[in-house]
């Protein structure tokens, strides 16, 4: 298999890395982690000029049909400059799950307005009681003579405060019952009975937590004709575990380059700081684990299209081994600047918090060393 990036790849990764280099700074971080929205709009607009919103969107619906190879280069550019756009949120989970479960009459709806840039989606789908268990919902979605009836409590939607629509879980419950069935419902945000309790997460961007009590909906929000989407979750999960595996690596990289040029210059007794063996070997064992973060981070791109086990183990063993390689890398980043890594005057430890944020994100290294070691055991169709 040829692993090279093609020209268009190449192209996409410079241009990404020079936009973010020009435009991310960390004045420009400080503001946005004291804005209400957490980002900028103008910048949200650019991404849509740049045609980064429209990239995994097939053609048909107005994007330009890239794909989990492409969101990563992305992903690890957005990462070298800690992006707090909701990318995430509405291309890599939200586009993808309406692209995948949604009816002809949604996508040409949707999705030409998230390439424009004009629609911001969110996935809410985190419960309290479920501890990462993606098939655990406790929403219910009751069929009426005009619609559905939701009622429910999501946590930790990424960016849901800013969405236009929220795409919620919720068990199926019609004339004969539960179904047994888990439906995606588009609400939009401004839908009466929905309550949004956002908060600052760590390491940049926000997340809220939804309440939704009685919260009526035509027949025409549910996602597509009403068939089991616990696997589309999975999927979708499994992809955006993949993108946040790359913008890791992009943090990664970061705190190396900057670990590395600070032990150049700082100097005890009377030498730098690199110069001593010891941390030269610490710098080394960095190096080796941003490498290796970045190749299991490119394996799990290339397996979100694969059968279910093996996109699944390719993405659980992704997200367990770069969370377990992101905490080594950015405790000895902290500890090799000394007591300034933890100052707020060192961009060094905005990276890390970052870091700590990834490793919980749909499930910490343990949970999915467990989840990759439990479908190492189920048996792979042939």
Request: include cysteine; hydrophobic fraction near 45%; proline fraction near 3%.
């Amino acid at each position: 298999m040829d692993l090279n990036l093609t020209d268009e790849q190449r192209l996409l990764r410079e241009s990404a890395e020079r936009f973010v280099a020009e435009s991310y700074d960390a004045d420009h971080r400080r503001k946005m982690a004291n804005d209400p929205l957490g980002f900028s709009p103008t910048v949200w607009k650019q991404f849509a000029e740049l045609g980064w919103l429209a990239l995994p969107i097939a053609e048909e619906f107005g994007g330009l049909g890239g794909s989990a190879v492409e969101i990563g280069i992305l992903m690890e550019a957005f990462g070298r400059g800690l992006v707090s756009e909701p990318y995430i949120a509405t291309v890599v989970l939200g586009a993808a799950l309406v692209e995948r479960c949604g009816s002809t009459a949604q996508k040409q709806a949707i999705l030409p307005k998230i390439a424009e840039g004009s629609v911001k989606l969110a996935l809410a789908h985190s419960e309290r009681a479920a501890r990462f268990d993606l098939a655990k919902v406790a929403t219910i979605a009751n069929k009426t003579a005009q619609g559905w009836r939701l009622s429910g409590s999501k946590i930790a939607v990424l960016d849901g405060h800013a969405a236009d629509e929220i795409i919620v879980s919720a068990h199926i419950r019609d004339q004969r019952g539960a179904s047994g069935r888990i439906g995606l419902f588009l609400v939009s945000a401004q839908t009466p009975s929905l309550v949004i309790s956002d908060y600052v997460r760590l390491g940049g961007g926000r997340s809220c937590n939804i309440e939704l009590s009685d919260v009526f909906l035509p027949e025409a929000a549910l996602l597509g004709d009403g068939h089991d989407a616990l696997p589309a979750i999975e999927w979708a999960i499994d992809r955006a575990m993949a993108a946040l595996g790359a913008e890791a690596v992009g943090i990664m990289q970061v705190l190396l380059d900057t670990t590395l040029e600070y032990t150049k210059i700082r100097k005890q007794f009377g030498r730098p700081l690199s110069a001593n063996q010891v941390i030269r070997h610490r710098l080394a064992d960095m190096a080796v684990q941003v490498d290796e973060a970045r190749s299991i981070a490119l394996r799990a791109a290339l397996k979100v299209d694969a059968e279910p086990v093996q996109r699944a183990r390719a993405a659980s063993g992704a997200k367990a081994k770069i969370g377990r390689s992101a905490r080594f890398v950015g405790e000895q980043s902290i500890q090799l600047h000394g007591g300034m890594g933890v100052t707020e005057e060192l961009e060094v430890g905005a990276y890390f918090k970052r870091l700590v944020a990834f490793d919980t994100l749909f499930g910490g290294s343990a949970h999915h060393y467990d989840r990759h070691a439990r479908l190492g055991r189920t048996t792979v169709p042939a």
